[in-house]
């Protein structure tokens, strides 16, 4: 008998993922739009995307997500031991619309970066602010497959050099800080309630800034490879339209769909953009092939997220009703810019150490929310152990992939980043504190 692939799927399995999946995404994003459906539909979608999936995840994913999964079963059995009543409908509904927008923004891969990586590339200190620049402004909306992207087109002779990893991933990872279409934000918005997109991003995107320019200022030593100059990608205005119309269409839903969710307004902007850019560049007929084979190619290929956050939603939702539980000792008396800091600090230590940040992000929502915290305070720390902690976390998806393509060390690849994540939390504190003046904390 001949073993099945762990990582290959059977047609009617990847046909299933795939319907799943849109239906994922159109049912999160007529709830997120008040249509009065119930949010669980579309979390049995992604449940029923889940289990067609399973066969596609490797050992250690299979393990993490039973892990997880585990431990919410067993926070839950606890919680009705004590006397609580968990919210049940947390197992169908907890990240649902997290799950529905990272779908839906897939869709933008669609566009493609017009003609930018044509034409020689620039080298010297000019071609590695080109390169953070744009790795942070296009990852911000394509999210991490213009890492890949990038890197393909400046790696020399098919190698990447470490300095060159290093900058890619510190511009990309800052972009969490403020960008809509990010997981990082997703998250936030969904385990700091109550906090509102246009407030949490207006407050990271000054800080990304500030941690873009640290990137450039303390890259890693260039090697022997490298003596002629940083090669890097070039950043030409043709690339900024996709940002801009899709900055201007969420600002617009704001605006003017107040009774949405934002991760709903983000989902429909990212799908009517993708969709008539597509038809305009490829003609109805071939326009609907590509979307249908990117629905068949690219969503089953999300395995990896989808069951990571189906299991977090599991974990959190476990985890929520034990501390409603218990209602004895609480970790602070209040939650200010102190507070935050503290609580950042473990985030990016356990970072360093492989934790992944949705775990963390988890624990200390469900832990700090009794205290009732400021949103946007919250949703910062958040994101700042997201594009900080991430940087220094050797299984970052963005470290691994990097190993796995080029031979890098995704280990050694963290390690250079110890001074720049050190610089960045102490940067990160000092804006907690104009954050908490900003929302009247102090």
Known sequence: MSETHPHTLSRPRSVLAAWSMAALVLLSLAHGARTGLPAWPAGLAAWGAGFALWPRLDRKQRRFTLMLCGLGALALVLAVWRGSAPAWGGLLTQNTALLGMLAAVSFLQLVGLGKDGAGELPRGPRALWQTLASVHVLGAVINMSVVFIVAERIAQGGRLSPRQAAVLARGFLAAALWSPFFAA????????????????????????????????????PAGDDEASGFVGFPMRPSSLWLPLVLTAMVSAGLYGLPGWSSLAIISGAALTLSTLAVMVASGPLDGMERIAAHALRRLPAMSGELMLFLAAGVFATGLQALMQADSGWMPFAHFGPVQASLVLGVMIAAA????????????????????????VLLAMIFLMAWGIGLALNPMAGVHLSLQGRFGLSAVGLARANLRYCLTGYALAVVWLFVLGAWRGLL
Not at 190 to 213: F, H, K, S
Not at 356 to 372: D, E, G, K, N, Q
């Open 185 to 220: 934000m997703a998250v936030a918005l969904t385990y700091a309630p109550g906090a509102r997109l246009a407030d949490v991003a207006l407050a990271g995107a000054p800080l990304a800034v500030i941690l873009l320019w640290v990137a450039g200022r303390m890259p890693p």
């Open 352 to 375: 360093a150490i492989g934790v992944h940040t949705v775990v963390t992000i988890v624990i200390a929502s469900a832990w700090l929310l009794p205290l009732a915290p400021d949103p």
